[in-house]
């Protein structure tokens, strides 16, 4: 066995049973979870999010659920330090910690290190962010497919946070953004070991539009009224809230909004699976697979 502390990372895209296979296995382990979904981090987007549930939360240790408010500011990189401090604390207690999230920037801020991208000055950033309230988020995606198929490809299409960096930096630099995304990774004291859990396209988009309809009927709409307030917040320009805000707003049905979120999330899955399959470090494994995915963490450690 090595030295140093291992970091199972179970990933794949939303819907796919990442948070119960990692209480699963931190059962096995007798471990902690941390969270890498950066959505999961705002308290008040609890049913939004799918967040774990009270006794999901009482059967393991969790961090980085809910530890934050829509109205604060939090960087990947304010996650990277957090969350190799707390690392750094964890592995004193244990050989093996578990990761799970569906943000591929955050798993790989933690396990790999951040670009160095050029720095955007204001008067570009203001530009582009004017295009964005004068036209809409329509506009920012047509630009950076435009400029930046690559990276169009794999981000978030629905954050206009995100957008407006990508478009911002081409503006700066002359260069797509995907052209800074290519940086070694920088040494952890930890060794990450990734599982991704994979299931065949159809079923992933039933469990995806099962997934929503389970979410209004949890209350999903009365909590995107609560935050209808605070739309304008970074932490709400996302699936499932931006769609109920256009209702709440008058400018779709309820039925429609419903649709359009399931359509939504589906572009999302399959931008996050796009993501990974750019990386050959995943191991895939149906959700089923638990004794074979087992095996396979047991081989490396």
């Known amino acids: 066995m090595c030295d140093k502390p291992y970091l199972i990372v179970v990933g794949g895209p939303t819907a796919s049973g990442k948070t119960d296979f990692a209480i699963r296995l931190a059962l096995h ?19 939004g999010t799918a967040s ?8 393991v240790p969790h961090y980085f659920i809910g530890h934050l408010s829509v ?35 955050y798993i790989k801020a933690l396990c790999e290190g ?12 203001n530009t582009v962010e004017q295009i964005y309230k004068n036209e809409g988020i329509k506009a920012l995606q047509r630009e950076l497919k435009a400029v930046d198929p690559a990276y169009y490809a794999v981000v978030d299409t629905q954050n206009p946070q995100r957008l407006i960096r990508a478009i911002s930096v081409y503006k700066a630099s002359g260069r797509p953004y995907s052209a800074f995304r290519t940086q ?14 994979d299931w065949p396209r159809d079923v992933l988009y039933a469990r995806i539009n099962e997934r929503v309809t389970r979410m209004m009927e949890q209350g999903l709409l009365e909590e995107a009224r609560q935050l209808y307030p605070l739309r304008h917040y970074n932490a709400l320009q996302t699936v499932g809230y931006q769609e109920l805000f256009d209702y709440l707003e008058g400018q779709s049905t309820l039925e429609a909004a419903v649709d359009l979120i399931r359509q939504n999330s589906r572009r999302y899955a399959k931008r996050q ?7 050959g470090h995943w191991a ?9 995915a087992v095996r396979f963490v047991e081989g490396r450690l």
């Open 114 to 125: 951040l670009d160095e991208f050029p720095e955007v000055p204001a008067e570009i950033r």
């Open 71 to 105: 109205t604060d500011s939090y960087s990947v990189g304010d996650y990277e330090r957090d969350a190799l401090a707390l690392l750094d604390e964890l592995f004193q207690k244990h050989k093996v910690v578990i990761l799970t999230g569906g943000s591929g920037l």
């Open 284 to 292: 895939l494994f149906r959700a089923e697979e638990w004794e074979k």
């Open 273 to 279: 699976l796009t993501w990974m399959r750019r990386y």
């Open 184 to 197: 070694q990774p920088l040494p952890r004291n930890f060794i990450p070991i990734y599982i991704q859990l």
């Open 52 to 59: 774990p549930d009270a006794a999901q939360l009482a059967a």
């Open 29 to 47: 382990y007798r471990t902690v979870i941390l969270s890498a979904d950066s959505r999961q981090f705002y308290r008040e987007m609890r049913i």
